[in-house]
């Protein structure tokens, strides 16, 4: 099973970089601007800012390493995952990478400024930690 996953792999990252390098690159960019978004409000909010995080592994980082390096851990985290699940998914890598973007381009408004707007997502109403 696992010989089969790299062999997958193997095929499909071969020239993986050089058509979705654009989509990857702008995907990363999304993805800092939400973590940095995140360190924003996460030290803005005091020592429990971490509680506000949407993400539970991602609010356990932080609240285990603090406020700029949980997220940090989480940013590196993400963009490991996004490559891997970019060249697993080669054939939809265009609509994944265009997917994490839009949301990681809306996290950091919301983090910036539709938190102080006071809008509200209806999806948050069925997480029970927030």
Do not use: Q
């Not at 499909?12 to 940095?36: E, H, M, N, P, Q």
């Not at 851990?73 to 699940?85: D, I, N």
Request: aromatic residues 22%; positive net charge; hydrophobic residues 55%.
């Amino acid at each position: 099973m696992v010989l089969r996953i790299l062999e997958i792999f193997k095929v499909r990252s071969t020239g993986f970089w050089s058509k979705y390098r654009w989509y990857f690159l702008i995907c990363v960019l999304a993805l800092l601007c939400d973590t940095v978004s995140t360190i924003y409000f996460m030290s803005s909010h005091g020592p429990d800012g971490y509680k506000l995080e949407f993400h539970p592994l991602f609010r356990l980082a932080a609240k285990l390493c603090g406020p700029v390096i949980g997220p940090l851990l989480g940013f590196l985290g993400k963009v490991f995952a996004a490559l891997l699940v970019g060249i697993y998914l080669r054939k939809w890598s265009r609509w994944f990478f265009l997917t994490v973007i839009i949301l990681s381009f809306w996290a950091a408004w919301y983090n910036i400024w539709g938190i102080k707007l006071g809008y509200y997502p209806n999806i948050f109403n069925l997480l029970p930690w927030l």
